[in-house]
């Protein structure tokens, strides 16, 4: 693999950019047979994939994906990075990616233009001040950097906002500084650049169709391009994850629904913060080229559509227009969906499967972009070893033993 460094650039700028080799070469034809297979080229897919070989030197890997490398919600998402969860098991497994993506840059070598720039959720009924004051506290114990805000200081963050509103005037804020957000592309792309110097082979375009077993253990994939056999499996398909588990023989506690999000013409600086305001559903960040991104709730029925529709596109902005007047007169740009994978706790699932050998990542429902570096460091190890501190709490029996871990008001919006 070339380096990327200021002086490989100054090099190929004098050869017109005609020497970089390709960043990742996926084979056309598979291989018969890989130690790990992994189904989803998404964030979680490719992170558990780099992990594998990075922590445990399994590099004998395939990764499976039936469009294109990052098309499924990863290229889809608004890109906020945080921690601020309630429950002990999620609060670890999200500053644990939080964390990570800190350095991720220079680990894969591959610039992902992590921006610490500062998350705040807005307070705007009593209600949630006491959530909010509640998740604060759980935080300081479990070692997540969170305040609760007071309105002043939220204006003097985002001087855009009304404080004012005269049906959800701004209580506070829970402020997380080191919070933020990745250019989502770049996350997928530098996995996979990774995942193929390491022998890795990355298949687009490529479907998995079938899942086969012997004696109740997994011993193979079909795919569109033909059988592959595989020592151990990984599902890692967010909104289709019922699909391949159907595939394997098991059923899941999930419910897919599209979920939104639009962003506005380019305008000039005005907001350098991520604002979530969760009571009305919309939450609102500038991008680097000036668009606000901005993001909704979920379709409030199950479907499998990977694109936007026009109420939403006026829902999502009317919630926002009192706290953010100024986006009564943008003009909005584009809009897009993508398939969310929901759990009845709004926590994830990392967990081994009724078919051995087989593992599933999912549930990671309108809130797993943040925690695509944690989510594979964790799967690997489950992957690897057969258990992972991360994961313990988030297995598939929880839901048969009444385990919730339950993040309804953490993930109470999308994001
Ligand atoms: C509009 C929107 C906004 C969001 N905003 C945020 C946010 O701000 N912050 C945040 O943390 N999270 C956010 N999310 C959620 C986040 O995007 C997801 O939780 C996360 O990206 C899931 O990553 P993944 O790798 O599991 O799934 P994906 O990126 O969806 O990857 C799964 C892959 O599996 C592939 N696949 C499916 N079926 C098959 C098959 N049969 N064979 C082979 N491949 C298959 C798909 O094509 C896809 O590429 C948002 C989501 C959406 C839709």
Same mark, same amino acid.
């Given at each position: 693999?070339?380096?990327?460094?200021?002086?490989?650039?100054?090099?190929?700028?004098?050869?017109?950019?005609?020497?970089?080799?390709?960043?990742?070469?996926?084979?056309?034809?598979?291989?018969?047979?890989?130690?790990?297979?992994?189904?989803?080229?998404?964030?979680?897919?490719?992170?558990?994939?780099?992990?594998?070989?990075?922590?445990?030197?399994?590099?004998?890997?395939?990764?499976?994906?039936?469009?294109?490398?990052?098309?499924?919600?990863?290229?889809?998402?608004?890109?906020?990075?945080?921690?601020?969860?309630?429950?002990?098991?999620?609060?670890?497994?999200?500053?644990?990616?939080?964390?990570?993506?800190?350095?991720?840059?220079?680990?894969?070598?591959?610039?992902?233009?992590?921006?610490?720039?500062?998350?705040?959720?807005?307070?705007?009924?009593?209600?949630?001040?006491?959530?909010?004051?509640?998740?604060?506290?759980?935080?300081?114990?479990?070692?997540?950097?969170?305040?609760?805000?007071?309105?002043?200081?939220?204006?003097?963050?985002?001087?855009?906002?009304?404080?004012?509103?005269?049906?959800?005037?701004?209580?506070?804020?829970?402020?997380?500084?080191?919070?933020?957000?990745?250019?989502?592309?770049?996350?997928?792309?530098?996995?996979?650049?990774?995942?193929?110097?390491?022998? @890795?082979?990355?298949?687009?375009?490529?479907?998995?169709?079938?899942?086969?077993?012997?004696?109740?253990?997994?011993?193979?994939?079909?795919?569109?391009?033909?059988?592959?056999?595989?020592?151990?499996?990984?599902?890692?398909?967010?909104?289709?994850?019922?699909?391949?588990?159907?595939?394997?023989?098991?059923?899941?506690?999930?419910?897919?629904?599209?979920?939104?999000?639009?962003?506005?013409?380019?305008?000039?600086?005005? @907001?350098?913060?991520?604002?979530?305001?969760?009571?009305?559903?919309?939450?609102?960040?500038?991008?680097?080229?000036?668009?606000?991104?901005?993001?909704?709730?979920?379709?409030?029925?199950?479907?499998?559509?990977?694109?936007?529709?026009?109420?939403?596109?006026?829902?999502?902005?009317?919630?926002?227009?009192?706290?953010?007047?100024?986006?009564?007169?943008?003009? @909005?740009?584009?809009?897009?969906?993508?398939?969310?994978?929901?759990?009845?706790?709004?926590?994830?699932?990392?967990?081994?499967?009724?078919?051995?050998?087989?593992?599933?990542?999912?549930?990671?429902?309108?809130?797993?972009?943040?925690?695509?570096?944690?989510?594979?460091?964790? @799967?690997?190890?489950?992957?690897?070893?057969?258990?992972?501190?991360?994961?313990?709490?988030?297995?598939?029996?929880?839901?048969?033993?009444?385990?919730?871990?339950?993040?309804?008001?953490?993930?109470?919006?999308?994001?």
């Amino acid at each position: 693999m070339t380096r990327y460094s200021a002086f490989a650039i100054a090099r190929e700028a004098f050869r017109q950019h005609r020497g970089w080799p390709r960043a990742w070469a996926g084979p056309d034809t598979p291989r018969d047979r890989y130690d790990v297979v992994i189904v989803g080229a998404g964030g979680h897919g490719l992170a558990t994939a780099y992990y594998l070989g990075k922590r445990f030197g399994i590099t004998n890997v395939a990764i499976i994906e039936k469009g294109w490398l990052g098309g499924g919600n990863t290229g889809r998402n608004t890109t906020i990075i945080r921690s601020n969860y309630l429950q002990d098991p999620s609060a670890a497994l999200y500053e644990k990616s939080r964390a990570l993506y800190e350095t991720l840059s220079q680990e894969l070598n591959y610039n992902i233009m992590f921006s610490p720039r500062g998350v705040m959720m807005l307070a705007q009924t009593e209600h949630e001040k006491r959530g909010y004051l509640r998740t604060e506290r759980a935080n300081a114990l479990q070692g997540v950097d969170t305040r609760f805000i007071p309105p002043a200081e939220v204006k003097r963050l985002v001087p855009i906002i009304n404080i004012h509103g005269p049906r959800y005037p701004v209580l506070g804020a829970l402020w997380q500084e080191r919070a933020g957000t990745a250019r989502h592309d770049a996350v997928a792309w530098g996995f996979a650049r990774a995942c193929a110097a390491m022998g @890795m082979d990355v298949i687009e375009q490529c479907a998995v169709t079938g899942v086969e077993s012997d004696g109740g253990k997994v011993v193979a994939v079909n795919t569109q391009k033909g059988r592959i056999a595989c020592g151990k499996l990984g599902i890692v398909v967010a909104g289709h994850s019922g699909h391949l588990a159907e595939m394997a023989g098991f059923r899941l506690p999930v419910e897919s629904v599209a979920l939104q999000a639009l962003v506005s013409e380019p305008i000039k600086p005005c @907001m350098d913060v991520v604002v979530m305001a969760n009571t009305v559903h919309g939450y609102l960040s500038q991008s680097d080229k000036g668009e606000m991104v901005i993001g909704g709730g979920a379709d409030g029925f199950n479907n499998y559509t990977q694109r936007g529709s026009w109420h939403h596109v006026e829902e999502t902005v009317r919630a926002l227009v009192e706290t953010f007047p100024m986006l009564s007169r943008l003009k @909005m740009l584009r809009q897009w969906g993508g398939i969310v994978d929901m759990t009845g706790d709004r926590s994830p699932i990392l967990s081994k499967t009724p078919l051995e050998g087989c593992f599933i990542n999912c549930g990671w429902g309108t809130g797993g972009f943040k925690a695509t570096p944690g989510s594979g460091w964790a @799967m690997a190890e489950l992957m690897a070893r057969g258990h992972s501190p991360l994961t313990d709490a988030f297995t598939l029996d929880r839901f048969r033993e009444g385990r919730f871990i339950d993040e309804s008001v953490a993930a109470g919006v999308a994001h």
